[in-house]
């Protein structure tokens, strides 16, 4: 719980780095820009998936990557997947030079295929995730344990794989698919997020805990835990709750912020 005497300039130091980096002039030096290339909400879904999946190491780096991974698409990321999906022979012609660090073919083609199984069953990529939630779910928790499930139902799916899609149930802290959560359910005017998905609530949202955001919670005193894991995300995302109990991760680009100029 935040010291009520600390909270009055937390809010303030919040506020002001939250105003500096929500707006539109943040988007083209961050993977979100790559999703804001496109209109399709499948298209947004399968590129904000997979580039959040990516989003470890230097972001001009997880940029490039992507960059290069749409364009392997040929600009169609859902149109792709659901020509290409299965067709190994294709992926490996298209993609086969395409990797970033441990994310190899393999990951690929399994990403390919599960994507396609799914939209042949789904119009869109939220009931992945919402299904799994209730009204009374207070954090994104049950839906990240159902998806990492769902995800690797089919009978094939490498066990290398997994390792690139987080899930609580292994006390990770899911920066990745926190990220992606917040891209697509987060509703504000800024420009950022883009707010397609509605069956999940803005309230529900988690953290996405990466070093810079896990550095800066410290040295604000938003975050007392030793270990970067699953609790240290409920912590800190409930001591941003008493900040914006409505919208707590828009804190997210605060801390982001912060940690990228070194400050705190």
């Not at 804001?36 to 879904?45: L, V, W």
């Not at 939220?126 to 139902?153: K, N």
């Amino acid at each position: 719980m935040v010291n009520r005497k600390k909270k009055g300039w937390q809010r303030e130091v919040l506020e002001h780095y939250h105003d500096r980096y929500n707006r539109p002039e943040f988007i083209p030096d961050d993977p979100i820009g790559l999703v804001h290339a496109f209109t399709d909400p499948r298209d947004r879904e399968i590129v904000g998936f997979w580039i959040a999946m990516l989003a470890w190491g230097r972001r001009a780096t997880i940029i490039d990557k992507g960059q290069q991974l749409i364009e392997a698409m040929g600009g169609e990321p859902y149109r792709f997947v659901m020509e290409y999906g299965s067709c190994e022979d294709t992926i490996q012609r298209e993609l086969g030079t395409w990797k970033h660090r441990t994310f190899t073919l393999t990951d690929t083609s399994y990403f390919l295929q599960w994507l396609q199984w799914y939209y042949r069953r789904h119009d869109s990529l939220e009931d992945a995730f919402a299904r799994h939630l209730t009204a009374d779910s207070t954090t994104i928790e049950p839906a990240l344990r159902g998806f990492h499930d769902d995800f690797f139902r089919l009978p094939d799916a490498p066990r290398r794989t997994r390792k690139h899609v987080a899930t609580p149930a292994r006390k990770s802290r899911c920066k990745r698919l926190c990220m992606f959560l917040r891209w697509m359910v987060r509703q504000d005017d800024r420009g950022v997020d883009f707010g397609q998905w509605r069956r999940i609530r803005p309230d529900q949202l988690c953290m996405p805990l990466d070093v810079h955001v896990e550095r800066v919670g410290r040295s604000l005193g938003l975050l007392q835990r030793k270990q970067g894991d699953w609790m240290a995300v409920t912590e800190l995302t409930a001591n941003l709750r008493e900040f914006d109990s409505e919208d707590p991760t828009r804190f997210d680009f605060a801390l982001f912020g912060m940690g990228v100029e070194g400050v705190g």
